[in-house]
């Protein structure tokens, strides 16, 4: 994935599929499973797949196996976002990207 700074406040992002491997279903990320929409949803990295609740990220199978997460039901709803080490990342990246393109207009 390439991300760049674009015009204004814009963010630009460009990926190609490099690697695709098949893994079985997880029920949690299964868009078709009922979900108990009153219970605080699982945030859910979509760049290293990891998932947190109350703040602790981890492998999202670990997550499920210590939290019991498929023990409930309906299953909580997902949240899709970033987590902060990605964020850490994905921001230091944008910030040298943007310092080497300085100038070159």
């Known amino acids: 994935m390439n991300v760049a700074p674009g015009a204004g ?11 695709e491997e098949p893994r079985p279903t997880i ?7 009922e979900r108990d929409e009153d219970a605080a949803p699982v945030a859910v990295c979509s760049w290293c797949g990891r998932g ?33 080490s990605c964020r850490e990342r994905m921001s230091a990246e944008l910030l040298v990207e ?6 070159r207009d």
């Open 9 to 19: 406040a814009q963010v630009a992002f460009r990926s190609i599929l490099v690697r």
């Open 27 to 33: 029920a949690l990320l299964d868009r078709d499973v």
């Open 52 to 84: 947190s609740v109350d703040g602790a990220w981890q492998p999202l199978d670990e997550l499920v196996a210590h939290t019991g997460l498929l023990e409930r039901s309906p299953l909580p709803p997902v949240s899709y976002g970033i987590c902060p």
């Open 98 to 103: 943007g310092r080497s393109d300085r100038g």
